[in-house]
């Protein structure tokens, strides 16, 4: 599986962006996807994921009723809607795809897509 990660860009704090994940390749359908970011001097940590079916997700706590995480399998694509952004979310944000379950911080059997810088500004 390959995966191309858009949509990061620089907005104020309140404001809101919508990552896409593009999937080429095996079968996405089959594959849970999560989102992951990582901060100038920090470890890369969970943002959120969704099974295969789209049926659940999962949500780190920093992010829970600000973030939404969604997939359209049509189109083999997965989406991160931010809202209500905060300075504190700057990051490079990842999106991953595995067969396994979509939960765990790490993730290190999963397929990985290039990052997409996202910048909130105060």
């Known amino acids: 599986v390959q995966l191309q990660a858009c949509g990061g860009g620089l907005v104020q704090a309140g404001g809101s962006l919508r990552l896409s994940c593009a999937a080429s390749g095996r079968s996405f359908s089959r594959y849970a996807m999560g989102w992951f970011r990582q901060a100038p001097g920090q470890e890369r940590e969970f943002v959120a994921s969704?099974?295969?079916?789209?049926?659940?997700?999962h949500y780190a706590d920093s992010v829970k009723g600000r973030f939404t995480i969604s997939r359209d399998n049509a189109k083999n694509t997965g989406y991160l809607q931010m809202n209500s952004l905060l300075p504190e979310d700057t990051a490079v944000y990842y999106c991953?795809?595995?067969?396994?379950?979509?939960?765990?911080?790490?993730?290190?059997?999963?397929?990985w897509g290039q990052g997409t810088q996202v910048t909130v500004s105060s």
């Open positions: 991953a795809a595995r067969q396994g379950s979509l939960y765990g911080s790490r993730w290190p059997d999963a397929y």
């Open positions: 969704i099974t295969w079916s789209g049926g659940s997700t």
